[in-house]
């Protein structure tokens, strides 16, 4: 089936630097991937889309400039959290759509501020 | 909007059944349900689409009425392994494509 790897699995980074999260999509072409926040018992929240080739959109609330996303290739999506703070702690999680209607979800990243 | 979910968390036996609902505020292309463990990334259960769908697979099925805008998820004889946090994932057929995650629902199976 279709499968989205992500890294890393978790990472943990100082106050003030900045955390790079990949996602490939290892057997189909994503021209478009999602990417959700989570934090402790709560439900995931879409941040934004990432459209191959172009802009991200961003869901009201999420700061772009902090944000920052990019999808340079068809298979390859990347979120950077910038000047990163312990509010940012959180589990990030992208997915893309295969064909049809499903989605594929990558395993997640454990970002640790500290 | 993020869709409601109903309960917030229930307790089960081994062997009962559960119910849990997804209700949105806007129009419905789809509902996906996923179960996710935590620390996890959600495993996907199903999808219905539009038309009154009805699905199932063992002892998990699912309904979606879309004129009221709800799905439901039915666990039957629920097993150990039904533990963990049940996420309705709603598409309103626009041109974005993007998944909207209810607001969750927490299953605690006992033995």
């Known amino acids: 089936g279709a499968v989205v790897s992500q890294h890393p699995s978790w990472v943990i980074c100082k106050s003030g630097t900045s955390v790079k999260i990949e996602c490939r999509s290892l057997?189909?072409?994503?021209?478009?991937m999602f990417w959700y926040r989570q934090f402790p018992k709560q439900s995931l929240m879409l941040m934004a889309t990432s459209n191959e080739g172009s802009k991200a959109t961003y869901e009201q609330g999420v700061e772009k400039d902090k944000f920052l996303i990019n999808h340079a290739s068809l298979t390859l999506s990347t979120l950077t959290v910038t000047s990163a703070h312990p509010e940012d702690s959180s589990f990030y999680i992208c997915?893309?759509?295969?064909?049809?209607?499903?989605?594929?979800f990558g395993s997640g990243t454990r970002l640790t501020v500290v | 909007q993020q869709p409601v979910q109903s309960p917030q968390a229930v307790i089960l036996r081994e062997g009962e059944d559960a119910v849990i609902n997804c209700s949105s505020s806007?129009?419905?292309?789809?509902v996906h349900w996923y179960r996710q463990k935590h620390g996890e990334a959600p495993v996907f259960l199903m999808i219905?689409?539009?038309?009154?769908e009805q699905k199932g697979h063992e002892k998990i099925s699912a309904s979606f009425n879309e004129k009221k805008q709800q799905s439901s998820l039915y666990l039957t004889a629920s097993q150990l392994s039904y533990s963990g946090t049940y996420f309705c994932?709603?598409?309103?057929?626009?041109?974005?494509?993007?998944?909207?995650f209810g607001t969750g629902t927490l299953l605690a199976v006992q033995p």
């Open positions: 057997d189909f072409q994503a021209t478009t």
């Open positions: 806007k129009a419905l292309y789809s």
């Open positions: 997915s893309a759509s295969p064909g049809g209607s499903g989605y594929t």
């Open positions: 994932g709603t598409k309103d057929g626009g041109a974005t494509n993007k998944l909207i």
């Open positions: 219905l689409l539009k038309g009154g």
